[in-house]
């Protein structure tokens, strides 16, 4: 009777157990969800942790901006180009100490040389030209233009590059952009709206001074095609443009070096 009795709480409690069974196979891949779900939280928290290294993420203060880089790099070439100069000095110092060594005819021949390269100060008679980028809110000043996009506005590489050449083609005995002087290895080059010159950056407004006969440099800068198409601009939508003359001025010798880096001579 004991095994009769027993039969019905026997299968009384096997609905139990099926249902607890179910129950965890139900339940265990939440739990296993939710462990991985904390995993991922941690390894989130811990690479957080390791890229900030105590500095506040949300903000951009202690990154280093490409602006800024820039900014360092050119201020960093300026300060080489000054100690390039002084060096340079002295190493024209010790020359001439030893200058029984060379002949008088010698010592001409590389004044002339030194001259036409561009490293000694240079004086005379100078015209400069000065670029500005045109105002943000400019509109067409003429009749049968069309309104402005924002390149029409902003001063480019090839306008500066007609520039120079004009003032080339006018007879210049040498020429400064900004506070540098061109040599035959520099390269004119913008980049965005920003003039990089010989490792230098530069902003608008750009000032180019030229030596030479201030009537022969103007009438260059009138004739040149590239400077003519450069006028409608200025007539149209305001891009700056002035030329005035300076009387008697001495432009720098350039003081970087003269080195080629990524062209060699052809043999």
Known sequence: MSNTADS??????????????TRTRHFRPVRVLTVGVFALAGLLFIT???????????TDSSLL?????????????????????????????LAKRTGGRTSKAEQERLAALEKNAGTQKLTGRAVTVTLNDAPPNATAKLPGYPEPQPDYLVIHQQDLQAVVNALWQGGAQGIKVMDQRLISTSAVRC?????????RVYSPPYKITAIGNPDKLQKALAASPA???????????GLGWKVTEDGTVTLPGYSGTVDLHYAKPVD
């Not at 019905?8 to 069974?21: A, N």
């Not at 400077?227 to 939508?237: A, E, K, P, R």
């Open 227 to 237: 400077i003519q198409n450069y006028m409608v601009y200025v007539n149209v939508y």
């Open 8 to 21: 019905p709480e026997t299968g009384s409690g096997s609905p139990e157990t099926e249902s607890t069974s």
């Open 48 to 58: 957080s942790f390791n890229t900030a290294k105590g500095t506040n993420l949300r």
């Open 65 to 93: 901006k490409l602006s800024d880089l820039i900014h360092d790099r050119s201020q960093k070439n300026a300060r080489l180009d000054e100690s390039d100069a002084a060096l340079r000095g002295d190493v024209e110092a």
């Open 191 to 199: 980049v965005g709206n920003t003039l990089i010159l010989q490792g």
